[in-house]
């Protein structure tokens, strides 16, 4: 009886080793890219198709680079300490937490019609898209969301300002 | 009550292997869009849930086609056994977080979204049925062996 479950638990180890070693093998060029950070942002999965208008546009890397050299604005959502620590260079911080408090100033210095990118810490964090819904709410024309986040573009070695830890 | 027995546990088998094979497939076609999904949970480090979606998907389908050719049942039911308890526990924690995510069970594309609590209860079927497979393949087993002895005695 012990000895059946033992030889059914290897069995069902050989079985997962299998499945998962023929899924590496199919997407082996996503994992390595995952874990060196050369990452194709995963598609939030849209779930309101009837309403395209009121989400943001998820954008890469590249893009982000073209908007903030273009004159676009790039959006902080994380807290004030994480955005002093670091973030992306030239962006500014607009914490998701203080967004009511913090709207009339935005409203004030930024015009509706331009380009703002959001962005937060990566794909785990859902604050950059709550906060491009809620600009696109405020009367913002053309909100992008940078799923990638400070991770990403940190890793990359592009231009970043803060104190740093 | 004895004759059924067989009934039941095809059944079960043939309802796991669908469900797993279907769960599997599906999920095969959008590695990305499920590793966005995974990454939703905030349990994983960044790159891990990439790691995860490449994986899982195929684990899934490999142990309903196990379950629906009723080869290997029970490695095949100790497999999404496994798996289903370690969803179980991911949804429980998204509930006690107060996260308001799609489950990503089955449908990465979109579509109708299945809260947290609605997967975890499907989750609690899917594994009694997977413990009612388990205990009549066993049956089964015991039964077909003890009737292969009595033969070789009947032989003698």
Redesign the interface.
Known sequence: MFDDLKR??L??C???A???L???T??HR??M???S?R??P??????E?NAPLTLPVPVLIEEVQQVLSSGGLVVDARSPELFAMGHIDGAVSLPIDEFDSALPQFLDHVPRDRIIITYCS?????DSFDLGVRLIGSGYLDVRVFEGGY?EWRDAGLPVAGEGL | MIRMQPVLYHLARLILAMVFVYAGAVKMQD???F???V??Y?I?P??A???V???????????GV?LLLNL?V???L??VG?MTVVFMVALVSVLLRGLEI?CGCFN???GQ?TTAGVALLRDIALLVLIIVAWWLRSRITALDSGRGTRNVESHR
């Open positions: 059914i638990c069995e069902a050989v079985l997962m299998f499945g998962a023929f899924g590496l199919l997407n996503l994992v890219d995952a874990f950070g990452l194709v995963p598609q939030r999965p849209v779930l198709e990566g794909f785990g964090c859902p991770p | 590695v990305v869009a590793a966005g999904h990454a939703a905030q994983l960044y790159a849930n990439y790691l979606a490449s994986t899982l998907p195929y684990v899934e389908f490999l142990a196990m290997r029970r490695p095949a100790m497999t496994a799609d990465p594309g979109g979204e």
